[in-house]
């Protein structure tokens, strides 16, 4: 028997693929556009299925950008009171408006807005939801979505279905999917929805840039070509400090692993792996880091991967272009040396 | 203030305690020594802060098998008045809407009097960021996630919060009660005293689904909307595994030449 507390549906009303296009000041956030070329792809999966946007307190320019990245209708949440993003009003706002359009599936960019957002209007829908997707498939038998997401560490890759309720839901990061060519050929259908908040609960009473960066004014790591990470083998702050100096050298950034973050050598924002970032740089050093699987499935997309680590037989100086066996405080002082004479320093 | 933190008994960092149930595809827990999520403290800490500012009682609920119950310990030891162990074997294999109705509705039982719910920002063997937030429309409360600093102002809760991909701070305020999710890293947790962790088990409630009588369909893997379908091990592109050893300088010397050979220098 299916749970109680779950209202009875009819699958076969459900229909489209919809996203939540995020905005950023007065234009979308390229993470909607990203996935608006994702639903494409699925509708068209689906036999040739709607796609659809939604955007609160948006403007027709917004609603015509998503049109032409692959949208064929939108629908503003037309309320005023819903210009200044607050979570819970956001959340009720798109989970009723999704209520009304009966999508089949529903995506959302997970932004730090929209890790927010997601699983409260999934709950408020009583459906599914799958965070932190990588890939999504339709399952030709079953027309089910498959959401693909690393687990467990990023040990294993699992595949989630969500058979018996609609929308089927998935969030997906910033950058996982291409965005989609612009076509300003493309017509669409936009729809303002009146949308009243019952009672506001939460109120914005200040935002303000923060100016300090977290670690000596570098980049954060998942935009920077060449990113110097250091695990527990670094053995203390100072040895973080020359990880510093050498990202400053190459133009690039610091990372960390799990154990460097809880020793408090670098910040949370700087974790990578599982539970932290994944990037995809031009060249990644990793000093100090046994590579264990939750940290290396945060960097498969480097292009070459040089590890310093006195043991040859870890997994990240097997899985790297080039492992240098030895111990750091001997390499990368004399390696800091060596660019500073190329640099004419 | 009446402070609930949530907190998970989360599969401990390594690899090797990660089993996989080949029938479910969920995470086996039992059996297997959890211990407290690692960002849950950040959330114990500044759900403890707020005790020491305005008194009243922290009360850390987990829902996990009689083995999360040294987590738990570790938090009384932390400075946590009590806990509440809701464990059942009909919760095993629960994805997020079923976990959130479990603790929502122990909430609901055991401590309707709540002032203010708070969870850590993710969970290191699920990192969904999912509960918090479900657990507050459970409720029917609001919430805010990437908590920082809190404070209370006329009944009413300010939070600031940060941003990490904006680099933005907001300040709101909050209707009580709420949930609010905590901003990994931001708080140094204090130390786990170890007198007060002797005798923790005494201020450990378990409860299970007797007392809360929920329907078996809707909680554990059957009361999950998802399902697990499958799962597969990650694989990793070939690298040329080159090995550099020998002489510092000579390894630094041939370092160099990679580098300007990849286009780095
Ligand atoms: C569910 C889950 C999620 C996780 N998520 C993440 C995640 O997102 N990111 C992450 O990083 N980890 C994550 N972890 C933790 C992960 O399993 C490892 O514990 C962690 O990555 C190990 O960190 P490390 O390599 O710094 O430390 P260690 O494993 O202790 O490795 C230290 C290395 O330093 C080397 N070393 C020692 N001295 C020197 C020296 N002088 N010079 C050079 N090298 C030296 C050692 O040989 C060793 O290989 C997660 C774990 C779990 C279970
Ligand atoms: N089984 C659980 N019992 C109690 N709290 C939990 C449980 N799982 C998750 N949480 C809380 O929800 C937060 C987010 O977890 P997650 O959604 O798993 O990333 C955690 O930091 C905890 O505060």
């Not at chain 1, 408006?97 to 599936?105: F, G, L």
């Not at chain 1, 940290?295 to 272009?321: Q, S, W």
């Not at chain 2, 990793?236 to 010397?253: A, D, F, H, N, S």
Request: charge should be neutral.
């Amino acid at each position: 028997m299916p749970c109680s507390l779950w209202p009875q549906i009819n699958k076969a009303e459900y229909s489209g693929v919809w996203v939540y296009l995020e905005r950023e000041g007065n234009r979308l956030k390229d993470v909607g556009l990203e996935l608006l070329g994702k639903a494409r792809d699925l509708a068209q999966k689906l036999g040739g299925a709607e796609v659809g946007g939604v955007i609160v307190a948006g403007t027709e320019e917004m609603a015509r950008e998503a049109i032409y990245h692959g949208a064929d209708k939108v629908v503003i949440i037309d309320n005023p009171d819903l210009q200044i993003y607050t979570p819970v009003e956001y959340a009720e706002a798109i989970a009723r408006v999704v209520q009304k359009y009966k999508p089949e599936i529903f995506l959302i960019g997970a932004t730090k807005r929209g890790r927010e957002l997601a699983p409260y209007i999934a709950n408020a829908l009583t459906t599914g939801i799958t965070a932190d997707c990588t890939a999504l498939e339709i399952d030709p038998k079953t027309r089910d979505l498959l959401q693909i997401r690393p687990t467990f560490g990023g040990t294993y890759l699992a595949t989630i279905r969500t058979p018996q309720r609609r929308p089927q839901m998935a969030s997906v990061g910033p950058g996982v999917f291409p965005k989609p060519p612009r076509d300003a050929n493309r017509t669409g259908q936009i729809i303002l929805e009146k949308v009243e908040i019952q009672k506001r609960r939460t109120r914005l009473v200040s935002v303000e840039k923060r100016l300090e960066k977290d670690v000596a004014d570098l980049p954060p790591v998942e935009s920077a070509d060449v990113v110097v990470a250091g695990g527990r083998g670094l053995g203390s702050a100072e040895g973080f400090k020359l990880l510093i100096d050498l990202a400053k050298l190459l133009g690039g950034t610091v990372g960390a692993t799990l154990m460097a973050v809880r020793a408090g050598w670098a910040p949370p924002t700087r974790l990578i792996g599982q539970t932290g970032k994944t990037i995809r740089p031009k060249l990644y050093i990793a000093v100090g880091i046994s590579g264990a699987v939750q940290h290396l499935v945060g960097v498969t997309g480097a292009k070459i991967i040089i590890a310093i680590n006195p043991n040859p037989h870890v997994p990240m100086m097997e899985n790297a272009d080039y492992a240098v066996v030895g111990d750091y405080k001997q390499i990368l002082p004399l390696l800091l040396e060596e660019i500073k004479k190329l640099k004419g320093q | 203030m009446k402070i609930v933190v949530l907190t998970k008994a989360a599969v401990p960092l390594s690899p090797s305690l990660v089993k996989i149930d080949p029938e479910t595809g969920t995470l086996v827990r039992e059996g297997v020594p959890l211990t407290s999520n690692v960002w849950d403290r950040d959330a114990v800490e500044l759900a403890l802060k707020l005790k020491d500012k305005y008194s009243g009682e922290v009360i850390a609920l987990s829902m996990a098998p009689p083995s999360g119950i040294p987590a738990l310990e570790s938090l009384i030891g932390m400075g946590v008045d009590r806990a509440i162990l809701v464990s059942d074997k009909a919760f095993a294999g629960a994805d997020t809407w079923a976990t959130a109705h479990v603790l929502a509705k122990t909430i609901e039982k055991y401590v309707p009097d709540y002032d203010l719910i708070v969870t850590g920002e993710e969970t290191i063997d699920s990192a969904t960021a999912h509960i918090g937030a479900q657990t507050a429309n459970w409720l029917g409360v609001p919430y805010v996630y990437y908590v920082y600093d809190a404070e209370v102002r006329n009944k009413t809760l300010i939070v600031r919060r940060f941003l990490e991909d904006e680099g933005i701070d907001e300040t709101y305020e909050v209707e009580m009660p709420a949930v609010i999710s905590v901003l990994k890293g931001s708080q140094v947790p204090r130390e786990v005293r170890l007198s007060r962790k002797l005798n923790a088990r005494e201020y450990i409630q378990v409860v299970s689904n007797k007392e809360l009588g929920l329907d078996p369909d809707c909680v554990g893997l059957r009361g999950s909307p998802t399902v697990v379908a499958g799962m597969a091990p990650a694989t990793y592109p070939p690298r040329k595994k080159i090995v550099l050893q020998g002489e510092p300088t000579e390894v630094v010397k041939k370092l160099i030449q990679i580098l300007r050979e990849e286009g780095i220098l």
